[in-house]
Nanobody, 115 residues
Framework: QVQLVESGGGLVQPGGSLRLSCAAS????????MGWYRQAPGKLRELVAS???????NYADSVKGRFTISRDNAKNTVYLQMNSLKPEDTAVYYC?????????WGQGTQVTVSS
């Protein structure tokens, strides 16, 4: 059974930083491209960043240059380093494979950027 557990969210001031973690159980992690997604209130869930098994990355234009996705295959964990946070980054952040699978969605972790 696959389980993805996100952590590391919180309340941060504009311009601040957070590092999100996603721990994966099961056998999917090492063989799949992984992604970080977010959903803000009243908006659709969107892909923020993705990383292939080989480490190639891709970012949404809105976070390019501010967010960095990485993965540790030995720990079955994917990370999202978020710098220069803006109020518009406020959302629940989720990890999943990319493309995503409905069954893999977890509870997510709340990120709130506010002064």
């Amino acid at each position: 059974q696959v389980q993805l557990v996100e952590s590391g969210g919180g309340l941060v001031q504009p311009g601040g930083s957070l590092r999100l973690s996603c721990a994966a159980s099961g056998s999917i992690f090492r063989f799949r491209t992984m992604g970080w997604y977010r959903q803000a209130p009243g908006k659709l869930r969107e892909l923020v960043a993705s990383i292939t098994t080989g480490g190639s990355t891709n970012y949404a234009d809105s976070v390019k240059g501010r967010f960095t996705i990485s993965r540790d295959n030995a720990k079955n964990t994917v990370y999202l380093q978020m710098n220069s946070l803006k109020p518009e980054d406020t959302a629940v952040y989720y990890c999943n494979t990319q493309p995503s699978w409905t069954a893999y969605w977890g509870q997510g972790t709340q990120v709130t950027v506010s002064s």
